[in-house]
């Protein structure tokens, strides 16, 4: 059983950086791929970007490739997410998570299991 508790969202303007955080209990994070996805109401969870076991390797969706930046620390069980000029659209909440089926591409949220409880971000124009 894994814990994942989200932190860093709020209120920032457009053209503006928050990095959210995601701390995980257990002994064993570093031994999953961890994602970051945002969940619109009443819209499919979206996939935003993942990271392997030790770090060296990410992958980014299109809509935030050169904006956003995951990143990781085994030794704090801790995944990042800094995003920079963030857009209104950017506006949702965002969640990370455990990518535990490897049936599944690291791109599909069915593969995920373990989110965290989400993070409100909103961006003001």
């Known amino acids: 059983q894994v814990q994942l508790v989200e932190s860093g969202g709020g209120l920032v303007q457009a053209g503006g950086s928050l990095r959210l955080s995601c701390a995980a209990s257990?002994?064993?994070?570093?031994?999953?791929?961890m994602g970051w996805f945002r969940q619109a109401p009443g819209k499919e969870r979206e996939f935003l970007a993942s990271i392997s076991t030790s770090g060296g390797s990410t992958y980014y969706a299109d809509s935030v490739k050169g904006r956003f930046t995951i990143s990781r620390d085994n030794t704090k069980n801790t995944v990042y997410l800094q995003m920079n000029s963030l857009k209104p659209e950017d506006t949702v909440v965002y969640y990370c998570?455990?990518?535990?089926?490897?049936?599944?591409?690291?791109?599909?949220?069915?593969?995920?299991?373990?989110w965290g409880q989400g993070t409100q971000v909103t961006v003001s124009s």
């Open positions: 998570a455990v990518h535990y089926d490897g049936r599944y591409l690291f791109t599909n949220p069915e593969g995920y299991r373990y």
């Open positions: 257990g002994r064993t994070f570093s031994s999953y791929r």
